[in-house]
Every structure is written in structure tokens, then in C-alpha cells.
């Protein structure tokens, strides 16, 4: 079962910032926070995960909070091409477990 | 090559014929997956095969039978599918067991007739 919690929509302007929230209130000590995405038809991508500390890479910025209950995930400057279901995990490693993520949808 | 491929893209069959699905990568990768994903659902992990052995089998009915020849290949047998099997059956890798980093193939579309 699916331990993270996310909004089923969101929008966005291309070129602006995209924040999607994600809660993982159960999360325990040694579990990292992963987020993927799926472009329609395709199969899911990883973007980036973390434990503790913000993580940045050139796909897309993590700010996980400092209780670790939350995290968001930003895209800086979202193109069209960034449309897609984004999912957000707690994983301690043994598998991954989709929840039903947030479809983003950028708009030009 | 960071690519995970999938054949066939598409496949049609009948619930009494007896096809494979394959999939492959050359990233020296030691955990590869099954998952399984309906039309407007999250993918649902099937099978993860650690190291060549099957490690994780979620329940999966037994006209599914995984098959890893080498730590390169990735076979899913079908025989005897139901419809409601239909499905776009995703493969992925990843560098160890329990390395959430995973590469995903494109998927086969499956229609069972």
C-alpha cells in the first residue's frame, strides 16, 4: 500500500517553477524519499531522491522538510515536455510501491 | 547504453495461445523487474529477480512465469491469459537488489482476446 499521499492534478505556466508537494508522514529513519515520473505511453523515469539534505540535480531540485513528513519537488523552469504523472515514494530499498501520483500538466 | 528494451511493443493474443514477452539490458545491472500497469493506473510490481533468482513474487497468478536466462535477459512466459490481463507490462533494472534507482524499459502492450 501506497504510504505517501499527493494531489491528483496540478498545472503550470512553461517557464515557471513547478512545485509538487508530496506528504510521507509515516516515514521512518532509513527510509530515503524517491520521486519518478511517466510521460504518457512511456515508461516511468527517475528523477531524484533523497534522505535528509536537499538534493539538486539537472533535472530537478528535493526539499525535503526537516521532520522529513514532506517533501517537494521542483522543476525551475517547466517546458511542455515536463507534462506527466510524478510519483513520490518512502522506500528502505526492498521494492517500489506506486501510489496514484499527481498528473502535471504545463501549459503553454 | 543506458537503454532498457522491451519486445514486442505490441502483442495480440488468444487465452488459449502461449507467447513470451523480452526484455533486456546491457548496463551490468543485477536486479530486474516485472511490473504490470492498467490504462489510468499506477505500475504494480509483478516479479523482481535478484542477481538471477526470483526473490519477489507478488502473488502472481501462474499463467505468468518469469524466466531470467542471464543477468542480461528478462523473459515473462504467458499462457492461458484472461482478458482482464490486458495490460502495458513494463521491465525495469537496476544496479542491486534494493537500489531504488530503476531504469524502465518502454513496456508491451497486451491485448488478450
Known amino acids: 500500500d501506497a504510504k505517501t499521499t499527493q494531489p491528483p492534478s496540478m498545472d503550470c505556466a512553461e517557464g515557471r517553477a513547478a512545485n509538487l508537494p508530496c506528504n510521507h508522514s509515516?516515514?521512518?529513519?532509513?527510509?530515503?524519499v524517491y520521486w519518478y515520473r511517466q510521460i504518457h505511453s512511456q515508461g516511468p523515469q527517475y528523477i531524484i531522491h533523497g534522505l535528509k539534505n536537499n538534493e539538486t540535480n539537472e533535472m530537478a531540485s528535493l526539499i525535503i522538510t526537516e521532520d522529513r513528513k514532506s517533501s517537494t519537488l521542483i522543476l525551475p523552469h517547466a517546458t511542455l515536455r515536463d507534462t506527466a504523472v510524478y510519483y513520490c515514494f518512502e522506500t528502505s530499498g526492498s521494492r517500489l510501491t506506486f501510489g496514484e501520483g499527481t498528473q502535471l500538466t504545463v501549459n503553454p | 547504453d543506458t537503454e532498457v528494451t522491451q519486445t514486442p511493443k505490441h502483442l495480440v493474443m488468444g487465452m488459449t495461445n502461449k507467447k513470451s514477452l523480452k526484455c533486456e539490458q546491457h548496463?551490468?545491472?543485477?536486479?530486474m523487474y516485472w511490473y504490470k500497469q492498467k490504462a489510468k493506473k499506477p505500475p504494480e510490481l509483478m516479479f523482481v529477480?535478484?542477481?538471477?533468482?526470483?526473490?519477489i513474487n507478488e502473488s502472481v497468478p501462474s499463467r505468468f512465469s518469469p524466466e531470467c536466462p542471464n543477468s542480461s535477459l528478462l523473459n515473462l512466459h504467458l499462457h492461458a491469459l484472461q482478458p482482464e490481463d490486458s495490460a502495458l507490462y513494463l521491465c525495469?533494472?537496476?544496479?542491486?537488489?534494493?537500489?531504488?534507482?530503476?531504469?524502465f524499459g518502454p513496456g508491451t502492450r497486451l491485448t488478450v482476446l
Open positions: 529477480y535478484s542477481y538471477e533468482k526470483l526473490s
Open positions: 509515516t516515514i521512518s529513519g532509513n527510509e530515503y
Open positions: 525495469a533494472s537496476s544496479r542491486q537488489p534494493g537500489y531504488n534507482e530503476q531504469f
Open positions: 548496463m551490468g545491472h543485477r536486479a
